[in-house]
């Protein structure tokens, strides 16, 4: 496997993505329930939008867990499979955790350096961190094939906001219509957008408050260690119910609307 690195010089913007939480998904990314129930989720959906080989990159991949899950459960042929991000230390914790024959490609998501490139690309859980999210978004539309598919995963509903957002250093939540016309306003064709993460929604809103009482009297030390706390991957026990009702939504959510839900999925083409 190799790193692709532009001439131009690549920079990772802390201030949108913390690299010290990289370790973190690292440990969290194959285990935890919230991860695999959205790639269970998300697998749901390639499988439905994508019948043939393609090529294919995950764009703000970090380390590179849904490369690895994709790549060993697509259900079809994919010609190409890369991982792209702007961090440096994500790209190499991800050496070890890919498949033989994924390229990993150091790249800036706002100066993308490709056109007419790929057939699907993935943005999961990346552009709530951007501040020109749109403009994220018509990088990746000159990057994408004509007909090209792009896969979006966001924390979901304003109203859904706690600390953690703010440690994650989100910029916003979204709702699925605001989702949607960003989508057609950068030039796409929305295919679908649907909440998920709903049946677990009032456990974690549930969690997250209770944590937040301790969050408003702490240090920021302290903040940040109840914050690591909080991303552990639980239990084993705990974990398996979680991941257990998690995995419920797939397929119940592809064949019903859900009404909310903590997280929400957008598939946007590129007009052919």
């Given at each position: ?82 991982l792209a991000d702007s961090s440096q ?126 969050v408003a009297e702490a240090s920021e ?52």
């Amino acid at each position: 496997m190799s790193t692709e690195v532009r001439e131009k010089a690549v920079v990772h913007r802390d201030d949108e993505y913390d690299s010290r939480e990289f370790v973190m998904l690292r440990r969290m990314q194959d285990r935890h329930f919230w991860y695999r129930g959205r790639h269970r989720f998300l697998l749901h959906a390639v499988r439905r939008q994508v019948r043939r080989a393609a090529r294919v990159v995950d764009l703000g991949g970090g380390c590179g867990g849904w490369v690895d899950y994709l790549a060993k459960r697509a259900g079809s042929p994919i010609d190409e499979l890369a991982l792209a991000d702007s961090s440096q230390a994500a790209l190499d914790l991800a050496a070890d955790a890919l498949p033989e024959g994924v390229s990993r490609h150091r790249v800036d998501l706002l100066d993308l350096p490709w056109s007419n490139r790929w057939d699907v690309a993935f943005l999961l859980d990346v552009i709530e961190h951007i501040p020109d999210d749109g403009e994220a978004l018509r990088q990746v539309h000159r990057a994408l094939a004509p007909g090209g598919l792009l896969f979006i995963t966001v924390p979901a509903i304003r109203w859904f906001w706690t600390w953690n957002d703010d440690f994650a250093r989100h910029q916003r939540r979204y709702h699925r219509r605001e989702l949607a016309d960003l989508g057609v306003a950068c030039g796409y064709e929305v295919v679908e957008a649907r909440y998920f993460m709903f049946l677990l929604s009032p456990l974690l809103l549930l969690s997250r408050a209770v944590a937040g009482r301790r969050v408003a009297e702490a240090s920021e030390e302290e903040r940040r260690a109840l914050a690591l706390k909080m991303h552990a991957v639980p239990s084993a026990p705990i974990n398996g119910l979680l991941t257990a009702a998690f995995g419920l939504e797939t397929p119940l959510g592809h064949h019903l609307t859900f009404p909310w839900g903590t997280s929400l999925l957008a598939v946007l083409r590129k007009p052919a």
